[in-house]
């Protein structure tokens, strides 16, 4: 460092330039080992055709003083620096004469007084080149004083447990709170696919005994009151509907009576006279519901015998056929 100082004094003019600045990074009243500190000088009144040349300080580095990094440039515009980012609002700034800090982050490891280096700076303005010299500093480096009478060794503290507070526990109970909504949703689901199973696994009932018992449930003579009388005929041909869904393989449900009784008819397990009877009753059920007829007792009371006998006939036939058949096959 001495060797170029003497270099660039014989070659160029040599200017005092002042003190070297040097500012603790971590703000205390003493410079502690380990802590880093910016060495750096101020430069003032260049513009924009000036020129700078930093000296190399790698040799200050050693193992009891490092320096971090190498020169930093700030721009100074009254006071405050001009970043970058903001490249335009720069470059119209500095069209007027502006201050340059430049510094290095020096670090030292051991205790004791380091004797930091002058900083020579070379400047150019316009044709002119000089040397500024800024006078290196003093710096006193400090441990943490130990008491050695009443030092005492104490054992490693644990990690310090704060108390859970309800915001920590929420998620967690609200998510507890879903998984068991899940859980029982499963069960649920997996329970009512057993059901299920279970009901498709049983016998079906024939389509004979589901309308006999459908039948059953009307037996009593309240539902001859005119106020029930269209709940008694819906009840009767529906159970009978659905019967003849089954037996006779029509879609007695989505029929009208004249439809119904259409696909019905010349069917030779349905007498001539069954036939009449039961298109009557449908008729009568058709007013009954839809035209507010009121149907007399001996219409009602002779309803359900009918529909009653119109099943048990029509599965008898078709018991008959499956015993002729089976006697035919056993000849």
């Known amino acids: 460092m001495k060797l170029l100082t003497i270099i660039l004094a014989i070659v160029m003019d040599v200017v005092p330039g002042g003190d070297a600045v040097l500012q603790q990074l971590q703000k205390r009243d003493s410079i502690l080992i380990a802590d880093q500190l910016r060495y750096s000088v101020t430069l003032k009144d260049l513009d924009k055709d000036s020129g700078i040349a930093l000296p190399d300080l790698s040799q200050v580095s050693n193992d009891t003083l490092t320096i971090i990094g190498g020169w930093q440039l700030d721009t100074l515009v009254r006071g405050r620096k001009v970043h970058s980012r903001n490249a335009k609002a720069a470059a119209r700034i500095l069209q ?12 030292p490891f051991e205790e004791g007084t380091y004797e930091l280096p002058d900083i020579p700076v070379v400047r150019r303005s316009g044709d002119k080149i000089d040397t500024l010299i800024f006078k290196g500093l003093e710096m006193e480096v400090k441990t943490m004083p130990v008491d050695t009478a009443t ?8 990690q310090i447990e ?3 507070t309800f915001k920590e526990v929420l998620p967690w109970v609200g998510a507890g709170l879903l998984i068991i909504a899940l859980i029982m949703l499963g ?4 329970d009512r696919a057993n059901k299920r199973k279970a009901e498709a696994g049983k016998p079906k009932d024939p389509a004979y005994i589901v309308a006999l018992r459908e039948l059953d449930k009307y037996r009593s003579d309240k539902y001859w009151a005119p106020e029930k009388q269209k709940a008694f005929y819906s009840g009767i041909t529906d159970a009978l509907k659905f019967y003849m869904d089954d037996r006779f393989g029509v879609d ?8 119904l009784f259409n696909a019905l008819k010349g069917d030779k397990d349905i007498t001539p006279e069954m036939y009449n ?29 009918l529909a009653v ?4 006939t029509t599965y008898q036939a078709d018991i008959e056929k ?10």
Not at 96 to 107: E, M, Q, R, T
């Open 309 to 312: 006998r119109f099943v048990t």
């Open 162 to 164: 704060y108390p859970v």
């Open 96 to 107: 007027k004469p502006f201050d340059l800090s430049a510094g290095i982050v020096l670090a």
């Open 322 to 331: 499956e015993t002729g058949g089976q006697e035919a096959a056993e000849d």
């Open 277 to 305: 009877d039961l298109k009557e009753l449908f008729e009568r059920a058709d007013f009954v519901k839809f035209a507010k007829h009121v149907a007399s007792d001996e219409e009602n009371a002779g309803a359900l015998p």
């Open 187 to 190: 069960v649920a689901l997996i």
């Open 151 to 158: 030092f005492e060794i104490h054992d490693i503290k644990g």
């Open 252 to 259: 007695a449900p989505e029929m009208t009576t004249a439809e």
